[in-house]
Structure formats: structure tokens, C-alpha cells
């Protein structure tokens, strides 16, 4: 007869290393799952999944069976982890999008000044565009086009389908040029 998860919890709570084994034995899928679903990739959904378990073990103490299923609580806590770890890995993206603009940004030898000046120009007309776009459409642009990444890995990233990835590109393509011509002042042809 295997014991449940809460006899488990009380071994583990007086150290009993052999029961925190089972624990995370028994557990393991159903967080790996959870750390695979958020960031798409084996190696850092193991990572994550190490991470969660980290922390359960860390804050035992607090899960009392009366909240309810363990495996509930466990699925929450690496819930909040993985968007933590989300928002960490986006924030790390977005600065490198940034220290890239400014290598971008940097004069060539054969740049003469006004070419320089037309390229900061530019670039300001851009991320200013970006900003101007509603958050939906923005993020996909940018982890498409400037970033480079792949749609199926856009979709993980944001956690939306495929097709709303897709469809989100080009209403945020259509509505960057949009406002891009519009601050030019140049009109948009219609085909």
C-alpha cells in the first residue's frame, strides 16, 4: 500500500529524506509538464522543474492539508514560478533588444554624419511606433522580427496558439507601417 501525499509531507517535514524522494518522484510529470508548457524547451524545463521543487521544499511548512489537494498546491507554486521565470526571461530580452539597437545605433567608418543622423532618426521613428502599439501586438513583433525567434516559440513564450501568433504579426506589421507613414507623412498605397 503507498502511502499518501500527505503521510509523505509528514515524514518530510522531520526530514525524512527518503519520503521527499517519493514525494517528488510521484510529482515529478505533472511539474515538468507545467515548466515545459511555459518555456518550450527540455533543458530549461528541468531547470524549472529543480527550481519548483526547490521551493516546495523550502515552504512545506506552509501547505496545509485543509487548502486543499497537495498536487493543487504544488501546481500553483510552480505556476507562479514559471511566470516568474517568464517575466525574468522577457525583461532579459528586451535589454538585449536594447543594447542591440545601440550597437545598431554606432556609426560606421564609412557613415558620413548625415547618413548617421538619418539612421538615429530612424530608429527613433521605430521604437516609437513599437511603444505606440497595444501590448498584443507589440510583444509578437518584437520576438519575431527584432529577436528572430521562430512563431512556434513565440506562441510558448506568449502562451497563445500558433494562429493567434500569426495573426497578431501582421495586424501589428500593418498597424506599425500605419502610423510609421503617418508620422512621415506619406501616404500608404492600397493594392
Known sequence: ?????????????????????????????????????????VDEAEDLTQDIFVKIYQNLDRY???????????????????????RKRREERLRRIEAVGLVENMPSAEDGPQRSLERAERVTLVRSGLRALPQELREPIILCDLQGLPYEEVATVLGVPLGTVKSRLNRGRLELARRLLARTGTKARTA
Do not use: K, P
Not at 499518501?4 to 529524506?17: I, N, P, V
Open 1 to 41: 500500500m503507498t502511502e499518501s501525499d500527505s503521510e509523505l509531507l509528514e515524514r518530510c517535514r522531520q526530514g525524512d529524506e527518503v519520503a521527499w524522494r517519493d514525494l517528488v518522484g510521484r510529482h515529478t510529470r505533472r511539474v515538468f509538464n507545467l515548466a515545459y508548457r511555459f518555456v518550450g524547451r
Open 64 to 86: 496545509q492539508s485543509g487548502q486543499g489537494a497537495f498536487s493543487t498546491w504544488l501546481t500553483a507554486v510552480g505556476r507562479n514560478l514559471a511566470i516568474d521565470h517568464h
